[in-house]
């Protein structure tokens, strides 16, 4: 068995048999690249064999090139996939595969604060698809649906992957209030989350306006029969055309056919624009999709939810985890740089 990593259409296929081992889409486009990004390494380095210690020296070449720490060990991760699965398909020896995935990942030092709203950004953040709306800049069915978008993300705690697939079936309630019912998350564990009040209002809100268009007859939104579509029903957040109307399935320039709902990624480009238009969010805060999330739990957190109801909201397998990610919130409440007091003179010009 050759020590050499050939090159050719079969190390693609099992790129393909990688990503498949992965159920998030972000994980598979993530694990693609990766793969992708080594491959073209390999080749420029002369084919120095598939080997550990050529993985080990590209571990160090993405060191130099000062990439982060948790994308080196996601890379190493789908090169780790990639050599058993090379082995199970006879391109490669078990025993240099076992040297492969051996290769040990960058140790991660500390913990990485993120971005969070204050309450005060965060109300200002979630009202800025209406203010916007006030004036006449967005239509008002792309503001109610903006609105209802932020409000869930910042009152329930939900991945930007978790909104784009929510369900009006998911919306239901119990014991007397209103909560997400039997959501399927990260790893398929499933979770119920509660609903506050105001993020009702936004859904219902939203709701109403294009059980109004649809009424209406202004709506297009067809299925591939031609009819007159219910898919308002199923999932909550869909796609609009630059009028404000719901754009309902078309055809793609490739050929295939949209299917009337925002994606993952339509859902991270909302949040992505309102956190540039929204005046409260620092402009040195490049705000995500998941600083959201890390804004439910300081949120909970500061308004006095205990540690077990927020791992609950997240869906955090082990609240050690749950803990790691309050930890940034916690430690710059009071600090001990706090205790330092030093009396500054003042320069004065006469």
Not at 56 to 61: F, G, P, V
Not at 188 to 205: C, E, M, Q, T
Not at 317 to 337: F, G, H, N
């Amino acid at each position: 068995m050759t020590t050499a990593l050939a090159l050719n259409n079969n190390w693609y296929v099992i790129i393909d048999l990688v990503t498949q081992s992965v159920d998030s889409p972000h994980s598979k486009r993530a694990y693609s690249r990766a793969l992708l990004a080594f491959l073209d390494w390999y080749e420029l380095n002369g084919r120095p064999g598939f080997t550990k210690a050529t993985v080990n020296a590209y571990r160090e070449q993405l060191l130099e090139e000062g990439k982060s720490r948790s994308s080196i060990n996601q890379a190493l991760s789908a090169i780790r996939k990639l050599a058993a699965e090379a082995a199970d398909n006879g391109l490669v020896g078990q025993q240099l595969a076992y040297g492969v995935e051996r290769v040990k990942g960058v140790k991660q030092e500390g913990l990485r604060a993120g971005n969070w709203l204050t309450r005060e950004q965060a109300e200002a953040f979630v009202n800025t698809p209406i203010t916007l709306f006030k004036e006449e800049q967005i239509p008002y069915l792309t503001a109610l649906r903006d609105q209802a978008i932020l409000s869930v993300m910042v009152g329930t705690g939900l991945r930007r992957s978790e909104a784009a697939g929510l369900t009006w079936q998911h919306i239901q309630q119990r014991d007397g209030r209103w909560a997400i019912i039997d959501l399927i998350g990260k790893r398929g564990r499933i979770r119920s989350i509660g609903v506050p009040p105001w993020v009702k209002i936004a859904l219902d809100n939203w709701q109403e306006a294009v059980q109004a268009q649809v009424r209406g007859g202004t709506a297009v939104v067809l299925d591939e029969g031609g009819y007159k579509s219910n898919n308002y029903k199923e999932r909550i957040f869909l796609a609009l055309n630059k009028s404000g109307n719901l754009s309902g399935i078309n055809n793609t320039k490739g050929g295939g056919k949209t299917d009337g709902y925002l994606s993952p990624q339509a859902i991270y480009n909302v949040i992505k624009k309102y956190a540039i238009a929204c005046t409260s969010v620092p402009t040195q805060t490049a705000l995500a999709a998941h600083d959201l999330r890390r804004t439910a739990a300081a949120l909970a957190l500061q308004g006095g939810a205990d540690l077990r109801q927020i791992q609950q909201m997240l869906g955090h397998a082990s609240i050690m985890t749950t803990e790691r990610y309050l930890e940034p919130m916690r430690s710059l409440q009071v600090t001990a740089s706090d205790f330092i007091q030093i009396h500054l003179d003042a320069a004065t010009i006469s």
